[in-house]
């Protein structure tokens, strides 16, 4: 027995020495992107892209791992977990606030330490279906304003779909009644079913349904058009302030990483979201093209928190 | 139309290969415990990045027809589900093969596959784009009704006692509850634990039930056997040729194939429940339903034939889902919906009026996927009832050491371990004492869809009942329910009736 | 133990969990978006757990005075630590702490020699045959496995002494 233990042990120094000869180079071995939320949907296929644009620049591979869970927060737990060595990486959007904003948990923004944004999803569209007759955006909310509570606004409760309806309500003076329909392929059917009225949804994920003129896109929920969706209006045409919930995406790391590896990461995440493939991605899904770095980028997630969710946090923990 | 299709996919002989392909490596991560068809799709997705759509597609839907398929095989040889969507499979088939007919199980479950998977492909291709409009017509008033309804059929009628089968399926509920409530966004029984606030996932829960147990009953009884008597205790497999049954057997079957695909079909149709469920409520139908429910649980072909049909059939209803109208029903299709945009294609409903060329050559490999993978596995049965004549003493950590990875890598979280193993004692000490586990598993899938269900009504309605009662579909399934409760009820005293009439005879004795 | 009296005790043992489950519902944090609320499903399903563990601990105890009545009670067995069950689960519990330090290809090695250890009878390892089997497939399997995942499908498993 006692033999065999040694046996064993001499093999897996052998193993070992193998994948010694590394750490003085960054980087030298496959990096992994936490993905925090399940395969399938479109951060995900974000992260991949971006996953496939990085593995050029800096020529090891990329892998996107996805730990669902915890409304993002089991992912961001686990790379806070990790080796502050710059091999794993995290993602994520306005959604990261959320918990934070209702209290569960203490994680934030700046419990990171932010490598860039490359790309900004300024797609969310206010929509209708075609058969509910509104005309536009203005005979939506003064019909909402007319009749309180007789137009349902169907989202995910406890997500960034409810905080957009109290921004709506509060800003355009419309009275909308939300209903927890469930996540987006959930918000698509229950629109399709003539069960709800009105959703915020990525203007991709329903592409095929706005061609045939079944839903209609009511206007942006963005603060700047979008070229590539003409026929989704700013909300300002109407003569309604704008409600932002475009959604950044953001690239961050463990906070203990040193600055140095931030450096490279940075620099490859500048290079990557210049890449013609990956803006080519972009262009398909109507996505737009950004490239903030660390500080600037951390800066700019924290106002837009401030500017377009922070302000309804009062209203949206007394919804709960 | 759907023989252009075919002659589409057959003009390009890469397709078919990776057609073949794909089924076989399906099969395989079907096969292994904690490897599913969807870890088996979230891995190929990349490599067909590069293919064209057509070719991409079609190999996606032939590993995902091969992944549910692929699970028949651990629950026989083992007694260990493959994947969530064959515990029902376990049942009969487990038992065939401890009686040294592991083959003629496989066969059956095999054969009951490929036509569950054509039964819904032939609808998948004639009836599709109706379904998907009637399927509109679900709101959360109808899903309960229906999830009630799965729920108390697959419990009430549990293997054994009805009290411990619902003591079983409460404590599944009761697990459900760890982790984020749906409808409002906080976290429940978690006790500070962060690692709790995601909930259980359902593989780690699952490998840990079925296999982990395993495992530790069989260390349990390690030192009551000599070495000798072990060696023995290895059943000899029949050799068998074909599919190991008649053809009488065959058409006597296919009677408990045909609703059985149905309820797949339907189960696989509404979004969120899958081939598990449908595996679970087929074999319960199945057995109510048999002239001879006697043998279920024994080694019944029936009880073979109607699970497998279902899971399969269920694959069929999630594409008509996810082509008509766009919407992944389940984990596995949201990852074949994935591959669909990589290439650029929506599905949804302008797949069908203008791109028909490729939704027949959809249909057509999805059709070829399921007919390769019969051949596959047929030629396979040889091979896979020689796997138990490998030790179970060097088979089972093996198996246990797939789990790891597959807890593992399902949610890449260590922590999916240590639930693996807490369920592997708790699967460990249920047995002991009798307390089946397919109802706790059924309660833990959905419960949570229940809750969401009944509280998003009660949302809308503004606490009102009455819109359920309105819809005639709700109403239907509550009825069915009501039925189901009250047949379990009345047949549960007949029994307790008879059991005291005979225990008076033996007193008298 | 007989059946009976192992109906009481896991009778007891639901009752007790559907008490616990109802107690803690009252920590949850209560909300008003729906009438229901995240209280009152866990309370119901607790409410029915404790009602049908209290028939089962009622039937049972029927069942098990009758069985004493007519002298139908096995005699009793001295409890017995089953020592290769409880190393079975020390093993497993060891494999979850120590898989991020130690690393998937060395722990897994270890478990499977030793789990394989502990599901052959006793002496089952005199023979030299099932000695060889046993340790070629627990060298081979976790190298294969750990490779194939890693260059197959991208997986890192966790690599722990050896990354």
């Known amino acids: 027995m006692k033999k065999l233990i040694s046996v064993l042990l001499v093999l897996c120094m052998f193993l070992g020495l193998a994948n010694v000869a590394l750490a003085d180079k960054f980087p030298s071995k496959p ?132 905080i957009c309806g109290i921004a709506m309500n509060k800003e355009w003076g419309s009275a909308f009644r939300f209903q927890d329909v469930g996540n987006n392929a959930a918000k698509i059917t229950a629109l399709l079913g003539r069960q709800t009225d009105v959703i915020n949804l990525s203007y991709s994920l329903a592409l095929d349904y706005f061609k045939t003129g079944e839903f209609q896109a009511l206007c942006l929920l963005g603060s700047e058009a979008n070229e590539l969706i003409p026929d989704a209006k700013l909300a300002s045409e109407f003569g309604y302030k704008n409600v932002d919930f475009s959604k950044f995406f953001w690239v961050g790391v463990n906070p203990d990483t040193p600055d140095e590896i931030v450096d490279i990461l940075a620099d490859a995440l500048a290079k990557a979201a210049q890449d013609p493939e990956f803006l080519a991605y972009l262009k398909e899904n109507f996505l737009t093209p950004a490239c903030m770095l660390k500080e600037e980028a951390q800066a700019y997630a924290q106002k837009f928190y401030e500017d377009t969710m922070e302000i309804y946090k009062d209203e949206f923990i007394a919804a709960q | ?163 411990k089968g619902l003591l079983a399926c409460l404590l599944g509920v009761s697990l459900s509850f760890v982790g984020i409530d749906q409808l409002s966004a906080y976290t429940r029984y978690t006790f500070g634990f962060r690692e709790l606030r995601g909930g259980f996932a359902l593989v780690p829960l699952l490998i840990g039930l079925f296999a ?66 449908a595996n679970l409520l087929a074999y319960t139908f199945a057995k109510k339903t048999s002239k001879h429910p006697e043998e279920f649980g024994k080694g019944s072909i029936e009880g073979i034939c109607a699970p497998e049909t279902a899971n399969n059939a ?126 706790m598993v059924v309660g833990f899938i959905l419960a949570p869809m229940l809750e969401e269900n009944l509280r998003r009504s009660l949302m809308r309605s503004q606490g009102s009942l009455m819109p359920m009662v309105q819809s005639p579909i709700a109403v239907a399934f509550l009825v069915l329910t009501a039925a189901v409760l009250v047949y379990t009820v009345v047949s549960e005293v007949k029994k307790s009736k008879q059991a005291a009439a005979a225990a008076a005879n033996e007193s008298d004795d | 133990m007989s059946e009976s009296r192992k109906d009481q005790l896991s009778g007891l043992v639901f009752l007790a969990f559907s008490i616990f489950v109802y107690a803690a519902s009252f920590s949850i944090k209560m909300t008003k978006a729906d009438s229901l609320g995240p209280q009152f499903f866990p309370q119901i399903v607790s409410i029915v757990m404790g009602i049908l563990s209290l028939v089962q601990i009622f039937s049972s105890t029927r069942k098990n005075l009758k069985e004493k009545r007519e002298g139908k009670q096995t005699e009793k067995k001295p409890f017995a630590v089953n020592l290769p069950l409880l190393l079975s689960i020390a093993l497993l519990l060891g494999y979850y702490y120590l898989l991020k330090p130690v690393g998937f290809i060395p722990l897994t090695i270890v478990y499977l020699f030793c789990q394989m250890y502990l599901l052959f009878p006793k002496g089952s390892f005199k023979e030299k045959k099932l000695l060889i089997i046993s340790l070629c497939t627990s060298v081979a399997v976790p190298i294969a496995v750990y490779y194939l995942f890693y260059y197959g499908f991208q997986i890192f498993l966790p690599a722990g002494i050896l990354g």
């Open chain 2, 212 to 277: 982990v147990s395993q495992v530790l009953s069989n260390a349990a009884k390690r030192n009551s056997v000599t070495p000798e008597q072990a060696k023995l205790s290895v059943v000899k497999q029949a050799r068998m040729k074909g599919f190991g049954i008649t053809w009488k057997e065959f058409l006597h079957c296919l009677k408990t194939a045909g609703p059985a695909a149905a309820i797949g079909l339907v189960i696989g149709i509404l979004p969120g429940i899958g081939g598990n469920i």
């Open chain 2, 314 to 439: 269920s694959v069929g209803g999630a594409l008509i889902i996810l082509l008509t109208l766009g919407i992944p029903g389940d984990n596995a299709t949201s990852m074949i919906m994935a591959g669909f945009q990589i290439h650029g294609i929506a599905p949804g409903p302008l797949l069908f009026s203008s791109g028909n060329v490729l939704v027949y050559a959809i249909f057509a490999a999805f059709i070829l996927a399921n007919v390769i993978m019969l051949a596959e596995a047929y030629f396979g049965l040889p091979i896979f009832s020689k796997i138990l004549s490998i030790r179970t003493e060097v088979l089972l950590p093996v198996v246990i050491a797939f789990c790891f990875v597959g807890s593992y890598s399902s949610n890449n979280r260590i922590f999916d371990i240590a639930v693996m193993v807490a369920f592997g004692i708790l699967g460990f000490v249920m047995k002991r004492h009798k307390y089946p586990l397919a109802p």
């Open chain 1, 31 to 162: 990096i992994q992107i936490i993905c925090p939320v399940k395969a399938g949907g479109d951060t995900d296929r974000n992260t991949r892209q971006l996953a496939l644009a990085l593995e050029k620049v800096l020529g090891v591979s990329v892998v996107t791992v996805n730990v669902n869970g915890g409304a993002t927060v089991m992912g961001m737990e686990q790379a806070l977990d990790a080796e502050p060595d710059g091999y794993t990486l995290i993602i994520n959007g306005t959604d990261m606030f959320v918990p934070n904003m209702m209290g569960t948990t203490d994680i934030n923004l700046s419990s990171f330490k932010t490598i860039g944004i490359p790309l900004i999803d300024n797609t969310t569209v206010l929509v209708a279906h075609k058969d509910s007759g509104y005309a536009d955006l203005k005979d939506l909310v003064e019909k909402s304003a007319a009749q309180p509570d007789s137009i349902e606004y169907g989202g995910k409760i406890g997500a960034t779909n409810q």
């Open chain 2, 1 to 163: 139309m759907l023989l252009q299709g075919f002659a589409n996919l057959f003009a390009n002989p890469v397709t078919v290969a990776l057609i073949a392909i794909g089924d076989l490596a399906g099969l395989i991560f079907g096969a292994i415990p904690g490897l599913s068809a969807f870890t088996a799709l979230a891995i190929m997705l990349p490599l067909t990045f590069s293919m064209e759509p057509v070719v991409g597609i079609s190999f996606l839907m032939s590993v995902y027809v091969g992944g549910v398929s692929g699970g028949f095989i651990s629950a026989i040889l083992l007694g260990i589900p493959g994947t969530p969507s064959s515990i029902a499979t376990c049942f009969d088939g487990h038992a065939l093969a401890t009686k040294g007919q592991s083959y003629r199980a496989m066969g059956v479950a095999v054969l009951f596959s490929f036509i569950g998977g054509i039964f819904s492909a032939i609808i998948l291709s004639t009836l599709a784009p109706l379904i998907g409009q009637v399927a509109l017509r679900f709101s959360p008033y109808e899903y309960t009704a229906v999830i009630l309804l799965a729920l108390t059929t697959v419990s009430a009628l549990a293997e054994g006692s009805m009290v």
